[in-house]
């Protein structure tokens, strides 16, 4: 038995469990209920690399990071399914309707979301994403055929669905394109090195790294000059047109997150730094005037790293420090 198979079946009991007693299914709300972060683990890695095309069953909760085809075919009514599609950062995704055999009238749905939604929290945020919430759902039932490839904006992208009728489902293909200039993106590993470059585009662009993470940044170019600083209520970058924010919190989306440290200036660095939350973000803002970049690598905190906050920590949140 693979690890990767071990790891989904461990991914499908913890959505089990999180969805016993719902009522509603997840999309009716803006919000979903479970939770696939436990999904992710040094061990991730692309199933079957370069034995394509890669075919197989499509699970009701499942999570795929890698390209092929994949079918679902309900054997009893399912209400309560997603499934999670994850490239590379420098990749986008994209969804091709093969078949399509659902009950729209009956209440059957199939929909893609550009992006993620994890425990009510998406992924890019709203503030960082192109499109409208609204704009980012991709109906079946309302746009049928004509809509039959879907590019995701970035490197992750999600389907729900709900069957009533076993027999009914779908086939899928999922392929990714190269993302010459990648704005938003999930780590697949805890461990990497990325370069976010943000070319005269008047935009945020985020990188998220779902662990505890050590960040090394080791150049920021910007298009103007200012300070490093520790944020406080009372300064930081938010009067800059262009600065790196690095961030950290317990949720996916950027925007809910606790700012731990604002880069207003262009350095070689390396300049480094410790955020012990669970889910650890480099997040740049642009203003359109300039060409920034910034390059860093990451790698997931050691446990014992955790055990004791330096000084320099925000204690009462998470463990932070230069």
């Known amino acids: 038995m693979s690890p990767n198979f071990k790891l989904q079946c461990h991914f499908i009991l913890i959505f089990l469990v999180a969805l016993r007693g719902e009522t509603r299914y997840l999309e009716l709300r803006e919000a979903a209920d479970y939770d696939p972060f436990p999904l992710f683990s040094a061990h991730l890695k692309r199933e079957l690399a370069g034995e394509q095309p890669y075919r197989r069953a499509l699970r009701c909760l499942d999570m795929l990071s890698l390209q092929g085809q994949f079918t679902f075919t309900a054997d009893r009514p399912q209400l309560h399914c997603a499934a999670f599609f994850i490239g590379e950062p420098e990749e986008f995704i994209t969804i091709h309707y093969d078949l399509v055999s ?72 999922i392929k990714t394109d190269p993302n010459l200039f990648p704005c938003n993106a999930i780590s697949q590993t805890p461990n990497g090195r990325f370069t976010l470059v943000v070319p005269h585009q008047h935009r945020n662009c985020s990188f998220s790294i779902i662990y505890p993470a050590v960040i090394k940044i080791s150049d920021l170019t910007l298009g103007h000059l200012n300070g490093l600083q520790l944020k406080k209520p009372s300064v930081g970058c938010g009067g800059v047109g262009d600065f790196v924010e690095l961030l950290g919190g317990a949720g996916l989306d950027p925007s809910k997150m606790m700012p731990l440290a604002d880069l207003c200036y262009p350095f070689h660095g390396p300049a480094q730094m410790k955020i012990g939350c669970d889910n650890t973000v480099v997040r740049m803002v642009s203003s359109g005037k300039h060409i920034n970049r910034v390059t860093f690598e990451y790698r997931q905190l050691e446990p014992y790293e955790l055990e004791s906050p330096n000084g320099n920590s925000i204690q009462e949140f998470c463990l932070s420090s230069f």
């Open 102 to 173: 659902i009950d729209c009238q009956g209440g059957d749905f199939l929909k893609v979301f550009d992006g993620w939604i994890l425990k009510g929290e998406k992924f890019p945020s709203s503030q960082d994403h192109p499109l409208p919430t609204t704009e980012r759902y991709i109906d079946f039932c309302q746009s049928g055929l004509s809509r039959r490839s879907i590019r995701a904006s970035q490197n992750v992208a999600m389907i729900f669905f709900r069957i009533h009728e076993p027999g009914n489902g779908f086939t899928l293909t």
